[in-house]
């Protein structure tokens, strides 16, 4: 078998180096577990070694998403839309109704998101 290298690249971990370091400022993880100094991911990535993403569980379909998964990938709930202060009004969704709390991909965003409870 070949040996494997000692270290990683920075900014790469793991098992053949083969994932990628997401942390806080472009700092250098941890080169054999991924851990970010201080825990802390950069901008919307979290868990231990800042793999998962806070965009919301969807079924694949990134255009138009009409669903009803309320919840993002870190588990938050998503508020209601019409709770929230922004500029997102019917017009910006594929159905030109409010969603509810439920995950929408509007025109200026390529993937299902919601506002999260936390």
Do not use: I
Request: include cysteine; glycine fraction near 8%; proline fraction near 7%.
């Amino acid at each position: 078998l070949p040996r494997l290298p000692e270290v990683c690249p920075d900014g790469t971990f793991g098992y053949r180096c083969n994932f990628q370091c997401r942390c806080h400022g472009d700092q250098v993880c941890n080169k054999k577990t991924g851990e970010c100094p201080g825990g802390r991911c950069a901008e919307e990535f979290w868990g231990t070694r800042c793999q998962l993403s806070n965009n919301c569980f969807y079924n694949g379909e990134a255009d138009n998403y009409m669903g009803t998964v309320a919840v993002s990938y870190n588990n938050y709930t998503c508020k209601k839309w019409v709770e929230q202060f922004h500029f997102y009004t019917e017009v910006n969704f594929p159905d030109g109704t409010m969603p509810e709390n439920f995950c929408r991909t509007a025109k200026d965003f390529p993937r299902p998101w919601c506002y999260t409870t936390d």
